[in-house]
């Protein structure tokens, strides 16, 4: 059941409602008292006479004019009497009328009130229409729906049709900074999952994702199998009295997904949207040519390329034989050989999408069929994703009592296509080609001895990458006869993902022939048994929710490989072709087991309270803990329903308050101790003797592992002023986190190096505030917008409480880098002071090009026990989100500006120096760099960064502001005329143009601050900012 | 009201019904692994226990020669008295160039090692602890721990060495413990003769056991180092004795094994001295004492595309064959010098085919990260350069021949006219021993041209067994505990035992030192001893590399003949205070 209009309540009308129900209420109990009795006839008064003459029963449902869903809670009330009544969840109702040609007026907070005569007629179906303030909706708060005004909880409904005109290929891109404390990461890479965070990190080590539940329904696996354009809304749960329902897996928070649904109407509606997107990366990158790679190499060997003591004056004796260079990069040196591999291996990325639906309702049946198409092509070859999606949901009230449907949909996803690795592109070199003079494919460009495989080989390999996912949802809503109000649902799940990857390379395991083939699926089912029971008694509104259900999932992989394939024709078919074979597999299940009650109370709209309490056992948890409990309790007090409330501007004010207590699952089998019996645990005695099996225990058990325990206390204000053209809330919230899954490392004496563990507490605290205005609104042009600001502190409270330096404060884990007062991502390493010159005295073990480490406590020496401080952390200082519609008759403008913050020495980043071929004269000679890094050498003394082909003693990484302030979307589209397109037989139709990633203002150096990708990153995926061409049709 | 008492009625029902279908919940939430064994039920059998062994013999394989992979294998070789890096760099971040560099405590290195021993010691302990409440009868029960406390004193031999005095750990561990203390080093140097006792008291003898696995004498070989640095001269003697004198072992005098009857030829180099039983002792397949070979203590295994033989022909897995990340024993690619790619003529044209190949001229796959130094490849034999077998032309070899046809220089000798570059950087091409590699005789599936020996680029191991321990070791060792009793002629009379099948010069019992007995093994066991482990033993590291590492002298300080306890296991043992070694 949608309601999806809103419910605002107005001061004015207020009091006169309360007297109404009051009445109603007492001539409900007297009414039920007499049919008791059922002597009413011999007590008759006035009143009750001309009740008794005119009894005419009068039936009908109240549906929202512009979805046709039924409307609950609206109020019929006879004119000029206190008779009347209240509909029902689908919007029936029934009342008894005194007059035949009375007059009925239908109200409900947030529609245009209206009045009809009944004119003699016995059935009535009215069609409210929203008033243009009617912003107020109802939302998904997990196990049914809520009027947003009864929350009492941090409940955010993300505005998904802000970003319609977005080439998201994951819905999740759509949440990016929509919502205060909600973080989702970028992504570079097609069909890529981004990353997502409400509210701080409050795990040390557990799993910080959070819990998404899609049609009520636990959804593990990637999101991207999920076409965006099946979505019908999003809700975020961030509180945890809100979360508290799901127990032992919300911590994290609560994102609830609803797809869409079919609408009555005569009839059905086609809609097809598509879109091509252009991309190009957002960073103007590539690798070194010719020149500058000669440059870095004479850099590299400036003893003999310079002249001592400055080694400013070139050598003249020097050539470029007296380096490491392998044989073919000096002859490409001597030909004038200069290729540019990043730019044969990348090209501008391509989006197209296309979607095609069908929904509509017919009699008692309503229904959405869809089909989706999306293809993404990288900007490195092959980085290519291609997605198709179904979905049927149907729905259908068989009987007055019983509805029954179903949530059905096929997802299957192509990443087919072996992208070129990192390694292998960063080691090439501009002084060879991949191509002989042939145009052939050339094996080892740098030489066969370098084993430096041309990269295009794996581009050219035969692959195979398919993963998909089929899930249906199966309900049925029973209403219990008799007592009104109450229903019992029950929701079956059963999905299947399963992934088949194969590859087949000529060229791979050195030129032999490799081949693999893999198999994997995963499968899941669920049960719940839901009541819900939702009634209003007179002033007290009461609803309940019971829930009883369990969840099963099993998992098995199967992995055979082959190497050395004289025949390499039939590929990863026949594996068996293989001289050396591998076979492995794994496996895995759990299962949990769950109850949930909820219980929300209503007075009169002014007093809210939630009370949940949730049982939970998962199989993943210790033996001594198989269970866990999880209270909660919230309240509400809407100050503007209030009699004494009398503030003209201000049309809304509430204020909430919420206390519980959520969980965070520890991951399976992580209790139990291990023993693994895996082929580096063999031996063989004896020349030609076959293999002896060896097995060791690798884990240690913990049997009183538990679960992470998160409580927390929300405090909330909404807000409305003018009518609702200014609206918004103020959150603040403290959690604390106990009891961390932590993998703590162990003396590796022990034999071990860590084991999992609960330890110590983590407090996190935030600010978030959400501000919706509608500054401009007239008939041809309107201003919209919304904006969010919020900030979260992170702080490690306590650990192990040891202190065994007794200094009196408790001790930190400084070789898990946890320190008491400090956040997660506190940074405690070397500071850095510029870079150590030729001409610099350096302590020993460091060279010129390493970075000069401050000897903090001027002992000569650099040490990890004195000359490391803190730096500051890698968590942001604040994040705030700016979005913008504007609309001039058929023209609307979005754009959505997205910043995080560090401040002072918040969100840093490593700029590490040391990654793969950087690590010796040789290694940094032969392979290639990136042009953003601006490496040390004698003719660029004054670099940012760092050189480690002689390593220091100690390697220092710079650390550097992820700070930026980003034109993440901007649209325009223009919606056509209906008058001008109805000829066309199209009943609605609208074409937008929209960048992504257009502006990005930052001071990092390399891919992304917001992927942390710096000077070398160890993925080369750039953002990709992008100009779409798109046009939604309906008809 | 009626209402109100109907739903709560009701709904009671409801929920009656709703909770009485739920099921068995502990049943339900049991965790059953599928996947992987649990400690319960893997300790019971005696077949049990003998995997655990067989694991322990797969893991110090892999700590002696395969801690961290390439870069850290060779740690106990380079920057020593007999080798150091082979492109003269001190502070390449990939290798252990320089002590100064790499001996500080949050060095990866210096962590690696002593995590990877204290797991063999660890894995160990839980077959001594676990023993008693196995099914294994007592007989098996003594055997299985005897050979446990064998590895767990050989893992804490490396670590006294390496590190001084250390923590003893003894036990299984089930439970955290963050509050160990260094023992002294006497303390675990008794827990060595504690257990390598009972391993020699216990273990079948050395004709009783499988190839490469450990005999009574194997534990007495290591009695008898312990007891030299508990300066128990005649308890060394007596093992070594038992060692020396027992009727299955032998030094090797006469040609034996798979090449008996064959030369060393070498199309290139071109040898004319005949092959030598010291030749023999490191062709493929002469390690075991299947083979004939009575000189042989305890030989690691490696066996090619056999599982648990650590070694692959060819493909990805032949580099890093298992998930511990470890190339396989890498000797070859690590000593070998790289000339064969590299090597330009007096012209500068290329003198090399640029292929590495079979033959000793090529060395193998050898990429030059170690050399030997000058003292070890000269001055180490001036007194018997000719007449000592080990210095023969194809135990060392000292030249490289221009094998490039289009070189004007085919066929002559790089020494003779040796090209600018060699002489600017002498890293392209070194004299090497030849027991790194296997001339001839790589795996079959290796060769890319059997006719011009070529090999893959994958090539880089030396596919065969190594040596932990050998006879020969067990003299010298006699030869320093008669030393430590000023009985020079006893001495003298077990290095001449080595010497002379060598067909070196006898020593005289006055020139005996405990220099000229590391100068023996070096001649004797280069790259086959740790010869770190050596020298930090008899505590002369400092001193000789000064003397004799031409790069590293000037680097090293007085104090790294020890190495620093790892920060990492400072850190992580937070319940009680390590003290680290002296000037880290």
């Given at each position: 059941m949608k309601r999806n209009h809103a419910l605002w309540v107005q001061i004015h009308p207020f009091l006169k409602k309360l007297i109404m129900e009051i009445k109603v209420s007492i001539l409900i109990v007297l009414i039920s008292v007499l049919n008791v009795y059922g002597t009413y006839t011999d007590s008759r008064t006035k009143n009750i006479s001309f009740f008794d003459l005119q009894q005419i029963r009068l039936a009908g449902t109240i549906s929202d004019a512009a979805t046709g869903d039924g409307m609950a809670g609206v109020n019929i009330q006879v004119k000029g009497t206190t008779f009347g009544a209240i509909s029902n969840e689908e919007g029936k109702y029934s009342l008894v009328v005194p007059d035949r040609d009375a007059t009925l007026v239908f109200s409900f907070i947030g529609y245009v009130t209206q009045e009809i005569s009944l004119n003699g007629r016995t059935t009535l179906e009215v069609a409210l229409v929203a008033e243009v303030t009617g912003l107020?909706?109802?939302?998904?708060?997990?196990?049914?729906?809520?009027?947003?005004s009864d929350l009492t909880g941090s409940v955010v409904s993300a505005n998904i049709e802000a970003f319609s005109e977005i080439p998201n290929v994951n819905i999740l891109q759509s949440l990016q900074g929509v919502a205060p404390g909600v973080q989702i990461g970028q992504v570079n890479q097609a069909g890529q999952e981004p990353s997502i965070q409400i509210r701080g990190v409050n795990t040390l080590s557990g799993n910080d994702?959070?819990?998404?539940?899609?049609?009520?329904?636990?959804?593990?696996?990637?999101?991207?199998?999920?076409?965006?354009?099946?979505?019908?809304?999003?809700?975020?749960?961030?509180?945890?009295?809100?979360?508290?329902?799901?127990?032992?897996?919300?911590?994290?928070?609560?994102?609830?997904?609803?797809?869409?649904?079919?609408?009555?109407?005569?009839?059905?509606?086609?809609?097809?949207?598509?879109?091509?997107?252009?991309?190009?990366?957002?960073?103007?990158?590539?690798?070194?040519?010719?020149?500058?790679?000669?440059?870095?190499?004479?850099g590299i060997y400036y003893t003999n390329a310079y002249l001592p003591p400055n080694y400013t004056q070139p050598n003249p004796a020097w050539t470029w034989g007296q380096t490491e260079l392998v044989p073919n990069l000096l002859t490409g040196i001597n030909n004038?050989?200069?290729?540019?591999?990043?730019?044969?291996?990348?090209?501008?990325?391509?989006?197209?999408?296309?979607?095609?639906?069908?929904?509509?309702?017919?009699?008692?049946?309503?229904?959405?069929?869809?089909?989706?198409?999306?293809?993404?092509?990288?900007?490195?070859?092959?980085?290519?994703?291609?997605?198709?999606?179904?979905?049927?949901?149907?729905?259908?009230?068989?009987?007055?009592?019983?509805?029954?449907?179903?949530?059905?949909?096929?997802?299957?996803?192509?990443?087919?296509?072996?992208?070129?690795?990192?390694?292998?592109?960063?080691?090439?070199?501009?002084?060879?080609?991949?191509?002989?003079?042939?145009?052939?494919?050339?094996?080892?460009?740098?030489?066969?001895?370098?084993?430096?495989?041309?990269?295009?080989?794996?581009?050219?390999?035969?692959?195979?990458?398919?993963?998909?996912?089929?899930?249906?949802?199966?309900?049925g809503i029973v209403k219990i006869p008799k007592i009104e109000g109450l229903n019992y649902r029950i929701n079956y799940n059963h999905s299947l993902n399963w992934s088949n990857y194969a590859n087949g390379n000529e060229y791979g395991a050195s030129l032999t022939g490799y081949a693999i083939k893999t198999?994997?699926?995963?499968?899941?089912?669920?049960?719940?048994?839901?009541?819900?029971?939702?009634?209003?008694?007179?002033?007290?509104?009461?609803?309940?929710?019971?829930?009883?259900?369990?969840?099963?999932?099993?998992?098995?992989?199967?992995?055979?490989?082959?190497?050395?394939?004289?025949?390499?024709?039939?590929?990863?078919?026949?594996?068996?072709?293989?001289?050396?074979?591998?076979?492995?597999?794994?496996?895995?299940?759990?299962?949990?087991?769950?109850?949930?009650?909820?219980?929300?109370?209503?007075?009169?709209?002014?007093?809210?309270?939630?009370?949940?309490?949730?049982?939970?056992?998962?199989?993943?948890?210790?033996?001594?803990?198989?269970?866990?409990?999880?209270?909660?309790?919230?309240?509400?007090?809407?100050?503007?329903?209030?009699?004494?409330?009398?503030?003209?501007?201000?049309?809304?004010?509430?204020?909430?308050?919420?206390?519980?207590?959520?969980?965070?699952?520890?991951?399976?089998?992580?209790?139990?101790?291990?023993?693994?019996?895996?082929?580096?645990?063999?031996?063989?005695?004896?020349?030609?003797?076959?293999?002896?099996?060896?097995?060791?225990?690798?884990?240690?058990?913990?049997?009183?592992?538990?679960?992470?325990?998160?409580?927390?206390?929300?405090?909330?204000?909404?807000?409305?002023?003018?009518?609702?053209?200014?609206?918004?809330?103020?959150?603040?919230?403290?959690?604390?986190?106990?009891?961390?899954?932590?993998?703590?490392?162990?003396?590796?004496?022990?034999?071990?190096?860590?084991?999992?563990?609960?330890?110590?507490?983590?407090?996190?605290?935030?600010?978030e505030f959400s501000i919706q205005a509608i500054p401009v609104q007239t008939n041809d042009f309107s201003w919209d917008f919304n904006m969010n600001f919020s900030t979260n502190k992170n702080k490690i409270v306590h650990l192990f409480g040891d202190d065994v330096n007794n200094d009196g404060k408790e001790d930190d884990l400084v070789s898990s880098n946890l320190f008491i007062g400090k956040s997660i991502g506190t940074i405690y390493s070397y500071e850095i002071d510029g870079i150590y010159q030729i001409a610099d005295t350096r302590p020993t073990g460091y060279n010129p090009g390493n970075y000069r480490i401050i000897d903090q406590n001027d002992d000569s020496k650099i040490s990890a026990d004195f000359d490391r401080?803190?730096?500051?952390?890698?968590?942001?200082?604040?994040?705030?989100?700016?979005?913008?519609?504007?609309?001039?008759?058929?023209?609307?403008?979005?754009?959505?500006?997205?910043?995080?913050?560090?401040?002072?020495?918040?969100?840093?980043?490593?700029?590490?120096?040391?990654?793969l071929s950087l690590n010796s004269?040789?290694?940094?000679?032969?392979?290639?760099?990136?042009?953003?890094?601006?490496?040390?050498?004698?003719?660029?003394?004054?670099?940012?960064?760092?050189?480690?082909?002689?390593?220091?003693?100690?390697?220092?990484?710079?650390?550097?502001?992820?700070?930026?302030?980003?034109?993440?979307?901007?649209?325009?589209?223009?919606?056509?005329?209906?008058?001008?397109?109805?000829?066309?037989?199209?009943?609605?139709?609208?074409?937008?143009?929209?960048?992504?990633?257009?502006?990005?203002?930052?001071?990092?150096?390399?891919?992304?601050?917001?992927?942390?990708?710096?000077?070398?990153?160890t993925s080369p995926y750039p953002v990709m900012k992008s100009f779409t061409l798109g046009i939604d049709l309906s008809f | 009201m009626e209402n109100i008492i109907k739903t709560i009625k009701y709904g009671l029902l409801v929920l009656l019904f709703t909770f009485s279908i739920s099921c068995n919940e502990e049943e339900f939430l049991n965790e059953v692994p599928l996947d992987f064994f649990s400690p319960e039920n893997s300790y019971v059998t005696k077949k049990d226990f003998e995997s655990a062994i067989t694991e322990l013999y797969s893991r110090v394989r892999y700590c002696a020669y395969q801690t961290q992979g390439t870069s850290g294998s060779y740690a106990y070789l380079t920057s020593t008295d007999i080798a150091h890096d082979g492109r003269y760099q001190l502070t390449s971040s990939a290798r252990f160039g320089g002590h100064s560099v790499y001996l500080v405590p949050t060095n990866s290195t210096v962590a690696a090692h002593w995590n990877s021993w204290y797991k063999l010691i660890a894995n160990a302990n839980t077959i001594?602890?676990?023993?008693?409440?196995?099914?294994?009868?007592?007989?098996?029960?003594?055997?299985?721990?005897?050979?446990?406390?064998?590895?767990?004193?050989?893992?804490?031999?490396?670590?006294?060495?390496?590190?001084?005095?250390?923590?003893?750990?003894?036990?299984?561990?089930t439970s955290p413990k963050t509050d160990y203390t260094r023992a002294s080093k006497t303390e675990v140097l008794n827990q060595i003769i504690l257990d390598a006792t009972e391993a020699a008291n216990v273990l079948p003898t050395i004709d009783k056991v499988a190839d490469g696995r450990i005999s009574n004498l194997v534990a007495k070989h290591l009695l008898a180092e312990t007891y030299i640095a508990l300066q128990k001269y005649d308890e060394a003697i007596t093992a070594a004795s038992a060692v020396i004198d027992d009727p299955n072992t032998d030094l090797m005098t006469d040609r034996f094994g798979s090449m008996a009857t064959q030369n060393p030829q070498d199309k290139h180099l071109k040898f004319t001295q005949p092959g030598d039983v010291y030749w023999d002792l490191f062709r493929v397949g002469n390690q075991n004492r299947s083979s004939g070979n009575k000189e042989a203590l305890w030989v690691i295994q490696y066996d090619v595309d056999v599982t648990g033989g650590n070694l692959l022909s060819i493909g990805s897995w032949a580099v890093t064959n298992t998930t511990r990340g470890e190339g396989a024993n890498v000797l070859e690619r690590i000593a070998g010098p790289v000339a064969w790619m590299t090597f330009k003529d007096p012209d500068g044209v290329e003198g090399a085919i640029g292929k590495p190949q079979s033959n000793y001229n090529s060395g193998g796959q050898g990429v030059s990260l170690m050399m030997n130094t000058e003292w070890f490849l000269n001055d180490l034999w001036v007194s018997d350069w000719d007449n000592d077998i080990r210095n023969a032309p194809h135990n060392i070899v000292r030249d490289f021949i221009y094998d490039n046809p289009n070189s004007a220089y085919y066929d002559s000798s790089s020494v003779k006219y040796p090209s600018p570059t060699r002489i600017a950087q002498l890293w392209r091409w070194y004299p090497y021993p030849s027991k790194i590699t296997t001339p001839g005789q790589h795996p079959a599936e290796l060769y890319t041209d059997t006719d011009l020996e070529t090999l893959r680029a994958t090539a880089g191991s030396t596919y065969r067994d190594n040596y932990m321990l050998r006879l020969a070791e067990t003299y010298l060792l006699r030869a320093e505990a008669y030393l430590g009793k000023s009985d020079l002629i006893n001495a003298a009379n077990d290095i001449n035992a080595v010497r002379l099948r060598s067909q070196a010069n006898p020593v005289a019992p006055g020139d005996v030192t405990l220099d000229y007995i590391l100068d023996e093994r070096a001649r004797e066991l280069v790259y086959e001893e740790p010869r770190r482990i050596t020298l930090h033993r008899t505590g002369k590291l400092v001193e000789r590399v000064r003397k004799y590492n031409t790069l590293n002298k000037d680097e090293i300080q007085d104090y790294h003949g020890l190495w620093p306890i790892p920060y990492s296991f400072i850190e992580a043992n937070k319940d009680a205070v390590i003290e680290q070694n002296p000037n880290y």
């Amino acid at each position: 059941m949608k309601r999806n209009h809103a419910l605002w309540v107005q001061i004015h009308p207020f009091l006169k409602k309360l007297i109404m129900e009051i009445k109603v209420s007492i001539l409900i109990v007297l009414i039920s008292v007499l049919n008791v009795y059922g002597t009413y006839t011999d007590s008759r008064t006035k009143n009750i006479s001309f009740f008794d003459l005119q009894q005419i029963r009068l039936a009908g449902t109240i549906s929202d004019a512009a979805t046709g869903d039924g409307m609950a809670g609206v109020n019929i009330q006879v004119k000029g009497t206190t008779f009347g009544a209240i509909s029902n969840e689908e919007g029936k109702y029934s009342l008894v009328v005194p007059d035949r040609d009375a007059t009925l007026v239908f109200s409900f907070i947030g529609y245009v009130t209206q009045e009809i005569s009944l004119n003699g007629r016995t059935t009535l179906e009215v069609a409210l229409v929203a008033e243009v303030t009617g912003l107020e909706e109802v939302i998904v708060i997990g196990y049914g729906t809520m009027r947003k005004s009864d929350l009492t909880g941090s409940v955010v409904s993300a505005n998904i049709e802000a970003f319609s005109e977005i080439p998201n290929v994951n819905i999740l891109q759509s949440l990016q900074g929509v919502a205060p404390g909600v973080q989702i990461g970028q992504v570079n890479q097609a069909g890529q999952e981004p990353s997502i965070q409400i509210r701080g990190v409050n795990t040390l080590s557990g799993n910080d994702d959070p819990l998404i539940i899609v049609d009520e329904i636990i959804y593990s696996g990637r999101m991207g199998d999920l076409n965006p354009a099946d979505i019908k809304s999003i809700e975020i749960l961030k509180d945890a009295s809100s979360k508290a329902i799901y127990g032992s897996q919300a911590a994290n928070g609560v994102i609830l997904i609803t797809t869409k649904s079919g609408k009555k109407s005569e009839n059905p509606v086609f809609s097809y949207s598509g879109s091509a997107s252009f991309q190009s990366p957002t960073v103007n990158a590539g690798l070194l040519d010719a020149e500058q790679t000669l440059e870095k190499v004479k850099g590299i060997y400036y003893t003999n390329a310079y002249l001592p003591p400055n080694y400013t004056q070139p050598n003249p004796a020097w050539t470029w034989g007296q380096t490491e260079l392998v044989p073919n990069l000096l002859t490409g040196i001597n030909n004038g050989t200069d290729f540019d591999w990043w730019d044969e291996l990348t090209s501008p990325g391509f989006i197209q999408d296309h979607m095609l639906s069908l929904s509509g309702g017919m009699g008692k049946t309503t229904y959405y069929i869809s089909g989706g198409y999306t293809e993404e092509n990288g900007f490195v070859i092959n980085d290519n994703y291609k997605r198709y999606t179904t979905r049927i949901n149907i729905k259908n009230d068989i009987k007055d009592w019983l509805t029954i449907g179903m949530n059905t949909f096929g997802s299957f996803t192509d990443f087919s296509g072996k992208s070129p690795t990192y390694t292998n592109i960063i080691i090439s070199s501009p002084f060879v080609t991949p191509y002989d003079e042939n145009g052939n494919l050339v094996v080892y460009p740098k030489g066969e001895s370098t084993t430096h495989l041309n990269p295009l080989l794996d581009v050219q390999s035969d692959d195979k990458d398919m993963r998909n996912r089929i899930s249906g949802i199966f309900y049925g809503i029973v209403k219990i006869p008799k007592i009104e109000g109450l229903n019992y649902r029950i929701n079956y799940n059963h999905s299947l993902n399963w992934s088949n990857y194969a590859n087949g390379n000529e060229y791979g395991a050195s030129l032999t022939g490799y081949a693999i083939k893999t198999h994997s699926a995963q499968h899941e089912v669920t049960l719940d048994n839901i009541l819900n029971y939702e009634r209003q008694f007179g002033s007290h509104g009461i609803r309940a929710t019971l829930v009883y259900g369990y969840r099963k999932a099993a998992y098995n992989y199967t992995n055979a490989e082959g190497e050395n394939i004289p025949n390499m024709s039939l590929g990863y078919n026949s594996l068996q072709q293989a001289i050396i074979q591998r076979i492995s597999s794994s496996a895995w299940d759990e299962s949990s087991l769950y109850q949930m009650a909820r219980v929300n109370y209503n007075y009169r709209d002014r007093y809210l309270v939630t009370g949940t309490w949730r049982r939970d056992g998962y199989s993943g948890f210790a033996k001594n803990n198989k269970f866990a409990m999880f209270p909660s309790i919230a309240v509400g007090w809407t100050l503007s329903n209030e009699p004494f409330f009398k503030v003209p501007i201000i049309d809304l004010l509430k204020i909430r308050a919420s206390y519980g207590q959520n969980g965070n699952q520890t991951s399976r089998y992580s209790s139990i101790a291990q023993v693994s019996a895996i082929d580096d645990n063999k031996y063989i005695f004896g020349d030609g003797a076959s293999t002896s099996m060896g097995q060791a225990i690798t884990s240690l058990a913990n049997n009183d592992l538990t679960w992470e325990k998160t409580a927390g206390l929300n405090l909330g204000i909404d807000f409305g002023i003018l009518k609702s053209r200014i609206k918004g809330n103020v959150e603040y919230y403290k959690t604390t986190t106990t009891d961390l899954l932590w993998n703590m490392v162990i003396p590796q004496v022990t034999g071990f190096s860590t084991i999992k563990t609960n330890i110590g507490e983590v407090a996190n605290s935030g600010f978030e505030f959400s501000i919706q205005a509608i500054p401009v609104q007239t008939n041809d042009f309107s201003w919209d917008f919304n904006m969010n600001f919020s900030t979260n502190k992170n702080k490690i409270v306590h650990l192990f409480g040891d202190d065994v330096n007794n200094d009196g404060k408790e001790d930190d884990l400084v070789s898990s880098n946890l320190f008491i007062g400090k956040s997660i991502g506190t940074i405690y390493s070397y500071e850095i002071d510029g870079i150590y010159q030729i001409a610099d005295t350096r302590p020993t073990g460091y060279n010129p090009g390493n970075y000069r480490i401050i000897d903090q406590n001027d002992d000569s020496k650099i040490s990890a026990d004195f000359d490391r401080v803190f730096l500051g952390r890698s968590e942001p200082e604040f994040m705030a989100s700016f979005q913008n519609n504007l609309k001039y008759k058929n023209f609307t403008l979005r754009f959505f500006i997205n910043s995080i913050q560090g401040g002072k020495d918040g969100y840093l980043g490593s700029q590490a120096t040391n990654s793969l071929s950087l690590n010796s004269t040789g290694n940094f000679a032969n392979a290639n760099t990136w042009t953003f890094y601006d490496f040390w050498s004698v003719t660029n003394p004054d670099a940012r960064y760092s050189v480690t082909y002689q390593a220091p003693q100690i390697l220092a990484e710079r650390y550097e502001s992820r700070s930026f302030i980003r034109l993440q979307d901007i649209s325009l589209a223009y919606q056509f005329n209906p008058s001008l397109i109805q000829k066309a037989g199209v009943e609605g139709a609208k074409i937008y143009i929209s960048g992504k990633n257009l502006l990005t203002i930052t001071k990092w150096d390399g891919w992304d601050p917001e992927t942390n990708q710096g000077i070398s990153s160890t993925s080369p995926y750039p953002v990709m900012k992008s100009f779409t061409l798109g046009i939604d049709l309906s008809f | 009201m009626e209402n109100i008492i109907k739903t709560i009625k009701y709904g009671l029902l409801v929920l009656l019904f709703t909770f009485s279908i739920s099921c068995n919940e502990e049943e339900f939430l049991n965790e059953v692994p599928l996947d992987f064994f649990s400690p319960e039920n893997s300790y019971v059998t005696k077949k049990d226990f003998e995997s655990a062994i067989t694991e322990l013999y797969s893991r110090v394989r892999y700590c002696a020669y395969q801690t961290q992979g390439t870069s850290g294998s060779y740690a106990y070789l380079t920057s020593t008295d007999i080798a150091h890096d082979g492109r003269y760099q001190l502070t390449s971040s990939a290798r252990f160039g320089g002590h100064s560099v790499y001996l500080v405590p949050t060095n990866s290195t210096v962590a690696a090692h002593w995590n990877s021993w204290y797991k063999l010691i660890a894995n160990a302990n839980t077959i001594i602890s676990r023993a008693d409440a196995s099914e294994m009868t007592d007989e098996e029960r003594v055997s299985v721990v005897a050979e446990a406390k064998f590895m767990r004193a050989f893992a804490y031999r490396y670590l006294v060495y390496l590190y001084g005095g250390v923590p003893l750990n003894l036990e299984e561990v089930t439970s955290p413990k963050t509050d160990y203390t260094r023992a002294s080093k006497t303390e675990v140097l008794n827990q060595i003769i504690l257990d390598a006792t009972e391993a020699a008291n216990v273990l079948p003898t050395i004709d009783k056991v499988a190839d490469g696995r450990i005999s009574n004498l194997v534990a007495k070989h290591l009695l008898a180092e312990t007891y030299i640095a508990l300066q128990k001269y005649d308890e060394a003697i007596t093992a070594a004795s038992a060692v020396i004198d027992d009727p299955n072992t032998d030094l090797m005098t006469d040609r034996f094994g798979s090449m008996a009857t064959q030369n060393p030829q070498d199309k290139h180099l071109k040898f004319t001295q005949p092959g030598d039983v010291y030749w023999d002792l490191f062709r493929v397949g002469n390690q075991n004492r299947s083979s004939g070979n009575k000189e042989a203590l305890w030989v690691i295994q490696y066996d090619v595309d056999v599982t648990g033989g650590n070694l692959l022909s060819i493909g990805s897995w032949a580099v890093t064959n298992t998930t511990r990340g470890e190339g396989a024993n890498v000797l070859e690619r690590i000593a070998g010098p790289v000339a064969w790619m590299t090597f330009k003529d007096p012209d500068g044209v290329e003198g090399a085919i640029g292929k590495p190949q079979s033959n000793y001229n090529s060395g193998g796959q050898g990429v030059s990260l170690m050399m030997n130094t000058e003292w070890f490849l000269n001055d180490l034999w001036v007194s018997d350069w000719d007449n000592d077998i080990r210095n023969a032309p194809h135990n060392i070899v000292r030249d490289f021949i221009y094998d490039n046809p289009n070189s004007a220089y085919y066929d002559s000798s790089s020494v003779k006219y040796p090209s600018p570059t060699r002489i600017a950087q002498l890293w392209r091409w070194y004299p090497y021993p030849s027991k790194i590699t296997t001339p001839g005789q790589h795996p079959a599936e290796l060769y890319t041209d059997t006719d011009l020996e070529t090999l893959r680029a994958t090539a880089g191991s030396t596919y065969r067994d190594n040596y932990m321990l050998r006879l020969a070791e067990t003299y010298l060792l006699r030869a320093e505990a008669y030393l430590g009793k000023s009985d020079l002629i006893n001495a003298a009379n077990d290095i001449n035992a080595v010497r002379l099948r060598s067909q070196a010069n006898p020593v005289a019992p006055g020139d005996v030192t405990l220099d000229y007995i590391l100068d023996e093994r070096a001649r004797e066991l280069v790259y086959e001893e740790p010869r770190r482990i050596t020298l930090h033993r008899t505590g002369k590291l400092v001193e000789r590399v000064r003397k004799y590492n031409t790069l590293n002298k000037d680097e090293i300080q007085d104090y790294h003949g020890l190495w620093p306890i790892p920060y990492s296991f400072i850190e992580a043992n937070k319940d009680a205070v390590i003290e680290q070694n002296p000037n880290y």
